[in-house]
């Protein structure tokens, strides 16, 4: 049944909460979560040999049934556990080696969002810092394809974060340091609220009853690095967890974007410090991210007609005439059009055009400046411009 699945792959995530890779390894030799509890603790300790203290763990009676409350409260709230091996698991957490063996999820967001960007910095920020987020932000939305935001809730640049994505229209993803049940920190409750109510997500992979250690934030840390492609630090002193996150996206092979600031600014330190090492590119706007993550607009072409005086000869007349009804047109069409116009006005056969009188003509006209020959040996009236 798919619930005892479920069950069991949440008992397993508590049991390697922090060996993630070895619960996957123990998963892929037994088959599944459930064939991991129904070998018996013999079993268990030939596979995992000196480590009694997962086998004591994993035989411990209360196990299967906690997660059995936990799976019946995550359904009641309206909270996904997804399992790492499920087609719903994000892609690019499921690349990362130590990605949880579930993933709980409340919300709507798309966590396979076509692009998605870590946005992280101090607790501490100044002025600068979140002006430099909103603004970074607010000009990411008015992309035809703007990222998801992720961060990590935390107060600081990770609200100024989630506070500009939900100005700007934009979804935002929270990774906290807890269970669902129990916000962190308790002042952005009504932050989180409002990322779900506005179509975002809040994720973690901790269960309730969990409590709350440094080691903990370190885990969240490696869920915002994980979900997105790449990671933006706008502000960080010389230590703290923006710069853990950013060592944990260099370390997944993602890219990494920092914030400049003054040499003399000691909130600063941590971004300078990354950028001189070239362990972080260099952004000061959101056109710097654009460009080297490929983000940018498209280009749209417009074509920009002219009135433009081709002069008094029949034949640069005709031609003008031509290219303003046919815009782009290819050499020999143009040559046929125009031979059958000419003749039509009575010019004799003998004075047609042939293709080396137009060819000639026509490089007179693009030299003037009146056309615009375009690949494929087809011309237009007119210039073409970026929109």
Same mark, same amino acid.
């Given at each position: 049944m798919e619930s005892d699945f479920i069950i069991c792959a949440i008992a397993l995530s508590k049991v390697f909460a922090f060996e993630c890779a070895t619960g996957k390894a123990l998963i892929e030799h037994f088959g599944s $979560?459930?064939?991991? +509890?129904?070998? %018996?603790?013999?079993?268990?300790?030939?596979?995992?040999?000196?480590?009694?203290d997962w086998v004591e763990k994993l035989s411990d009676r209360e196990l299967l049934p906690w997660a059995r409350e936990e799976w019946a409260w995550n359904r009641h709230y309206g909270i996904r556990p997804l399992y790492c091996e499920s087609p719903e698991y994000p892609r690019r957490l499921k690349?990362?080696?130590?990605? $949880?063996?579930?993933? +709980?999820?409340? %919300?709507?967001?798309?966590l396979d969002s076509e692009r998605m960007l870590a946005v992280v910095g101090t607790r501490r920020a100044s002025?600068?810092?979140?002006?430099?987020?909103?603004s970074i932000i607010a000009a990411l939305a008015k992309n035809p394809k703007p990222p998801v935001i992720v961060s990590g809730l935390a107060f600081g640049i990770d609200g100024a974060a989630h506070e500009a994505a939900l100005e700007s229209g934009i979804p935002t993803i929270a990774a906290v340091p807890g269970a669902l049940d129990q916000i962190y920190p308790p002042g952005h409750r009504d932050l989180a609220r409002r990322i779900l109510e506005k179509g975002g997500a809040l994720v973690t992979?901790?269960?309730r009853g969990d409590g709350y250690s440094p080691v903990q934030f370190l885990r969240r840390n490696r869920l915002i690095a994980g979900l997105s492609d790449a990671t933006l630090l706008i502000e960080s002193f010389a230590k703290g967890g923006g710069l853990l996150t950013t060592g944990l996206a260099n370390s997944y092979g993602r890219e990494v974007f920092a914030l400049p600031g003054r040499i003399t600014d000691a909130g600063s330190e941590g971004c300078n410090r990354l950028i001189s090492a070239n362990l972080a590119h260099?952004?000061?706007?959101?056109?710097?991210?654009?460009?080297?993550?490929?983000?940018?607009?498209?280009?749209?072409?417009k074509s920009v007609q002219r009135t433009l005086d081709f002069g008094d000869d029949p034949l640069r007349r005709a031609i003008g005439i031509l290219l303003a009804e046919r815009s782009?047109?290819?050499?020999?069409?143009?040559?046929?059009?125009?031979?059958?116009?000419?003749?039509a006005s009575g010019t004799p056969a003998n004075a047609l055009p042939d293709a080396s009188t137009l060819s000639a003509l026509l490089i007179e006209l693009e030299i003037e400046g009146k056309i615009v020959s375009l690949p494929g040996d087809r011309y237009s009236q007119g210039f073409a411009t970026f929109a």
């Open positions: $979560p459930e064939a991991i +509890f129904a070998a %018996g603790p013999r079993k268990l300790r030939e596979v995992l040999g000196g480590s009694g690349e990362c080696p130590d990605a $949880p063996i579930v993933l +709980f999820v409340k %919300g709507e967001a798309n002025y600068y810092g979140r002006t430099a987020c909103k992979d901790f269960a260099l952004v000061t706007d959101a056109a710097d991210l654009e460009k080297s993550m490929n983000w940018e607009p498209p280009r749209r072409w782009p047109i290819g050499f020999v069409a143009l040559l046929e059009a125009l031979r059958e116009r000419l003749a």
